[in-house]
């Protein structure tokens, strides 16, 4: 019987995963890929949490000649194992990663940057210990001790270029999270973190200095740079004082690189030894669909995503209750500022309500561009909030799948709450009427609150422009928060596109017997006197779903049941089930 491994959720180090019975996914033919590359340097951007660090950690073990000993123990049955190249364990290897750094003023992130240099150098210096004489690695240690000692950004990397050149080797630099400071201050978004990154970035800033000593490592002594980030929002600024040659991020032979394929999501299921009877829901529908190139043939799973799911199926069987990881929700702060801009909050809506946009991304742009809308979207894409789509030739963008959308719901909770401080939110309430619809079927009491705490609150600056599409988020920035159901916005069947569907999760609450269908219209108060116009967005509501009824997905279903809602300004609300 095969042995059963354990799931490497969010361990980015490959020696522990492959030492430690952990499964691994095998993404080495990309070591071969990148060393064909014509260039020596390179980049690579992809959204939070999708193996960036791990995939660092590989090639820091199969290119440092610390590992050389270990090669078969950590390589020998994978790809790259069987088909080493001729730089595998040759060279000495430099890491950096700049998560953590101290964004709160120029003079703490200096500090803080140099502080971050010097304790990689100091990292390098421990792993080399053996290549250094004894005199000279105590004197080098002193040197990092004695904090009186004030020594910049380029001569703590050229003390790595001096023990390198001694020892005629050949550095690799690795650096992770390389825009990370970056996105902290879009996060702050105001006019001093903007003055903050340009006396960083630019003229004879602190990261000019680490770029251009790297630069100058390149004559001699750097053969190979990997970088990854997030953003390309320091692209252009960076490359200014080091000359990036070459960005997989946007190459289609890359775009598995990172993430999990559905054979990939079959082979950890296999060998963390999953019974698929323990799948109750769609995996596809709620966590499948990135892509990187218009394109690529197959769509990505995110791999801390798939990790997560399976540890808790582990953990919890059937009694799964939170199917999308926290730790995987992008920072609203880092695009509230953003969203200051009215263009971009209706960008925002039109990707929520329409699911997809025709719109290129923009492979690079500055951060003083950064509030424009077509970079607004492109942000988007680069954070993992929409994915790249090619239909008949035209690219979109689009929400990858249901775990991004109940990001930009909760988004949209926020949005609302920001604009409307006098509104009454109170989650029990909300619960008290899902629990009536769950298991009694009754829905008035779950209108009626909603009608009351959330509609009615609203500011007439909100009404001015107020639509269905805006009850639907209302709807829907509260719904994907109970256990009970999962609500699928515009699900489409051969008769249209229902507004909203609650699909009940009956294998963790199985008293419950009924999925809803909710049609929803809404008219204006200025609207209300015109009885004809009431009459007509019933009759259309009522319309709409008796054609689901008889649409190939519903017309042999008894468990389905059917709501026309019509919302009356910000007063009233009439119901009637079909």
């Known amino acids: 019987m095969k042995p059963i491994k354990k799931i490497p959720y969010c361990i980015p180090n490959f020696e522990s995963i ?8 095998d993404k080495t033919r990309f070591i071969e890929m990148i060393e064909n590359e014509s260039s020596k340097y390179h980049f690579l951007i992809r959204p939070r949490k999708f193996g960036k660090s791990l995939f660092l950690s590989v090639l820091e073990h199969y290119y440092d000649i610390r590992f050389n000993e270990q090669f078969e123990a950590l390589f020998g049955d994978l790809y790259i194992g069987k ?160 000359n990036i040659t070459n960005n997989l991020s946007v190459k289609e032979k890359y775009n598995e690189i990172l993430g999990f394929t559905e054979e990939e999501v079959e082979f950890v299921r296999q060998e963390a030894g999953i019974d698929k009877n323990l799948i109750k829901v769609d995996m596809e529908f709620l966590y499948n669909g990135y892509k990187f190139h218009r394109d690529a043939k197959n769509r990505l799973y995110n791999s801390s995503m798939i990790n997560y799911f399976f540890m808790e199926l582990l953990d919890e069987g059937l009694k799964i209750e939170r199917l999308m990881d926290w730790n995987l929700k992008t920072d609203y702060g880092r695009i509230k500022n953003l969203l200051q801009k009215p263009e971009n909050i209706v960008e925002l809506e039109n990707i929520i309500n329409i699911n ?5 991304v923009i492979d690079r742009f500055s951060i003083e561009k950064l509030h424009e809308p077509k ?15 090619k239909e008949d ?108 569907y609650l699909q009940r999760r009956s294998f963790l609450y199985p008293r419950i017997k009924i999925d809803w269908i909710w049609e929803l219209k809404y008219i204006k108060e200025s609207e209300v006197r015109k009885k004809s116009i009431l009459e007509t967005k019933k009759k259309e509501a009522k319309e ?30 009439w119901i009637e089930e079909i």
């Open 544 to 573: 709409q779903l008796k054609r689901y009824k008889t649409s190939n997905l519903y017309k042999d279903r008894n468990d389905v049941r059917y709501i026309a809602i019509v919302f009356i300004g910000k007063k009233k609300v």
């Open 18 to 25: 492959r030492t430690e019975n952990y499964l691994y996914v």
């Open 83 to 242: 088909n080493p190249t001729k730089k595998r364990n040759s060279y000495f290897v430099l890491k950096f990663s700049f998560s953590g750094l101290d964004t709160s003023s120029v003079e703490e992130f200096k500090t803080s940057f140099n502080s971050k240099i010097e304790a990689c150098v100091n990292d390098f210096i421990n792993n080399y210990e053996k290549f250094i004489e004894v005199k000279e690695f105590k004197k080098l240690k002193l040197q990092f001790i004695d904090k009186s000692t004030k020594i910049g950004v380029k001569s703590i990397e050229k003390i790595v270029f001096d023990i390198v050149k001694r020892h005629q080797g050949k550095l690799y630099v690795i650096i992770d999270e390389y825009d990370h400071f970056a996105n902290d201050l879009i996060a702050q978004g105001t006019n001093l973190s903007m003055q903050q990154y340009k006396e960083l970035i630019w003229a004879n800033g602190v990261v000019r200095d680490f770029y251009e000593t790297l630069k100058d490592g390149i004559q001699n002594l750097i053969d190979k740079i990997f970088i990854t980030g997030i953003t390309p929002i320091m692209l252009d600024d960076v490359t200014s004082g080091f």
């Open 356 to 360: 997809q946009k025709n719109e290129k």
């Open 375 to 389: 970079n607004f979207l492109s942000l988007l894409y680069y954070m993992g909030l929409v994915t790249i789509e």
């Open 393 to 500: 030739d035209i690219t979109l963008l689009k929400i990858p799948n249901y775990t991004i959308k109940t990001m930009y719901w909760e988004y949209m909770e926020n949005i609302i709450l920001e604009r409307n401080p006098e509104m009454s939110y109170n989650p029990s309430l909300i619960r008290e009427g899902l629990t009536s619809l769950a298991y009694d079927g009754e829905y008035e009491h779950f209108f009626e609150n909603f009608q009351q705490k959330f509609v009615s609150q609203l500011s007439n600056q909100d009404l001015k422009n107020f639509t269905e599409k805006h009850i639907k988020l209302l709807l829907l920035s509260i719904l994907w928060q109970s256990n009970y159901y999962i609500p699928i916005s515009e699900q489409e069947n051969s008769k249209g596109y229902t507004d909203i």
